[in-house]
């Protein structure tokens, strides 16, 4: 499936929010962004960067070498997110503790753009938290879950862009995959059309956070 993808030149990223001690960690990031025998690696790969920089540097160091990218988990869309990244540690938060690393870990990886191969997950979902990551990490580029079936819209999302509109990727599943079930869909697309109804809510999605974009 990577190799269709980018056979036809879409980027993939790889949702699979590895981690593990220093050893581990290693053969993890050899295995997805420089997978033996001529196996398609992702152009990005996730990360839980919970065990610290042991569990993070093999996955950047491999990134840098093979010319991959990084999203760290730091500011989920799940609803209980709270529970430990809006902890208080000495006046700042454990999510802007995990911002200030990731930008760290990133910082000699940073391009023309402006912004790091070592990007971070900050979910669309808690929007005020989302823009003020944007503030503190600048060079930091984004992934950005949490738009359509968990809530957020394109008002939500437009705090993970800088003022050029760039430095976001934003992440709709659900609401793009089962398309043809949502009612706005369902009554121009049958089920077998699943394809075209997925298209056009990609098209859709577009539209709504270029509108936002253009508005702010």
Not at 184 to 189: E, M, N, Q
């Amino acid at each position: 499936m990577i190799a269709e993808a980018r056979s036809v030149g879409v980027p993939v990223i790889l949702d699979a929010k590895r981690s593990d001690i220093g050893s581990t960690a290693e053969a993890y990031a050899e295995a997805y962004l420089d997978p033996p025998g001529g196996l398609a690696a992702p152009d990005a790969l996730t990360i839980n960067a919970y065990l610290g920089s042991d569990g993070v540097l093999p996955f950047v160091n491999i990134a840098a070498r093979t010319g991959r990218g990084l999203y760290v988990l730091a500011k989920t869309s799940n609803p209980s997110s709270g529970e430990l990244q809006d902890l208080d540690v000495g006046g700042t938060t454990i999510f802007q503790v995990m911002t200030d690393l990731i930008a760290n870990w990133g910082r000699e990886l940073v391009g023309e753009c402006g912004y790091s191969s070592v990007g971070a997950v900050a979910g669309a979902t808690f929007p005020e938290q989302l823009a003020q990551m944007r503030a503190e990490a600048p060079t930091v580029p984004f992934l950005v879950p949490g738009y359509g079936a968990q809530g957020a819209g394109a008002g939500e999302v437009v705090g993970a862009f800088d003022e050029n509109g760039l430095g976001a990727v934003v992440n709709s599943s659900r609401g793009i995959i089962f398309a043809w079930r949502d009612a706005a869909y369902r009554d121009r697309f049958a089920p077998e059309e699943y394809a075209a109804a997925a298209a056009a809510a990609a098209c859709d999605m577009r539209e709504d956070i270029n509108r936002a974009l253009d508005s702010r």
